[in-house]
């Protein structure tokens, strides 16, 4: 079993900033990959960055490219995500996801999640 533990989220004006930060416990041995999704109300659950962690190999949902930036550290397996230049349609859940195959985008790639950590952005 892995347990999966976010937090740093938080209400937040426009243009501010966050950092969001998962741990990892467990039997976490062999996982290939840490990601973080986010689930406004009433929308699906989409993908938001993910991380390779054997190696510096990462990826972004294209819309969110160079606002937010995942990051990891390994000895404490932790993984983070810093949101910069927030809007309102950041507002939502974050989850983060640990995934056994490979480093992906599609939400059955990735085996245990968290229980998510909510970011409301206000305008």
């Known amino acids: 079993q892995v347990q999966l533990v976010e937090s740093g989220g938080g209400l937040v004006q426009a243009g501010g900033s966050l950092r969001l930060s998962c741990t990892a416990s467990?039997?976490?041995?062999?996982?290939?990959?840490m990601g973080w999704f986010r689930q406004a109300a009433g929308k699906e659950r989409e993908f938001v960055a993910g991380?390779?962690?054997?190696?510096?190999?990462?990826d972004y949902a294209d819309s969110l490219k160079g606002r937010f930036t995942i990051s990891r550290d390994n000895a404490k397996e932790m993984v983070y995500l810093q949101m910069n230049r927030l809007k309102p349609e950041d507002t939502a859940v974050y989850y983060c996801?640990?995934?056994?195959?490979?480093?992906?985008?599609?939400?059955?790639?990735?085996?245990?999640w968290g229980q998510g950590t909510q970011v409301t952005v206000s305008s």
């Open positions: 991380i390779d962690w054997r190696s510096d190999n990462t």
């Open positions: 467990g039997d976490t041995f062999g996982h290939y990959a």
């Open positions: 996801a640990i995934s056994y195959r490979w480093l992906g985008r599609k939400i059955d790639e990735y085996t245990y």
